[in-house]
């Protein structure tokens, strides 16, 4: 059977639109790492990710979060591409400035990157 490793760091928040935003955030590689950015799908939550982060923090700043009415973030009244866009677009400021991220799926965020003002290289992965 194989040793996993699971990922773990403190939960930290953001407001975006009137919601706070549940996000963690991996820096071992240093402040010059390039950015990762992963993202879950619809009805999902950041932890899907825990076995997966540590493949990449010996080389990326890495950073997992839950989308709005998602895993620990906050509910809204209505949710839109845009509002899902949002929240990629307006990282915390100890994020990278450039960041590349990584889907679970085409759903959410995908849709959101589309509608995104900053262009995200990335894979949707199913």
């Known amino acids: 059977m194989a040793d996993w490793t699971f990922a773990d760091a403190p939960a930290r928040s953001i407001e975006v639109a009137g919601a706070t935003l549940s996000y963690r955030l991996w820096s071992e590689a240093g402040s010059s790492a390039p950015g990762l950015l992963f993202l879950h799908g619809f009805l999902a939550h950041q932890h899907w990710w825990d076995h997966i982060v540590p493949a990449f923090t010996p080389r990326w700043r890495v950073a997992t979060m839950d989308f709005s009415g ?14 899902f866009a949002d929240e990629i677009d307006l990282p915390p400021a100890e994020w990278p400035r450039d960041y590349d991220s990584l889907d679970h799926e085409r759903d959410i965020e995908c849709r959101a990157r589309s509608t995104s003002r900053k262009r995200l290289s990335a894979s949707c992965v199913k």
């Open 70 to 83: 998602m895993g620990d973030s906050d509910w809204r009244p209505r949710y839109t591409n845009r509002c």
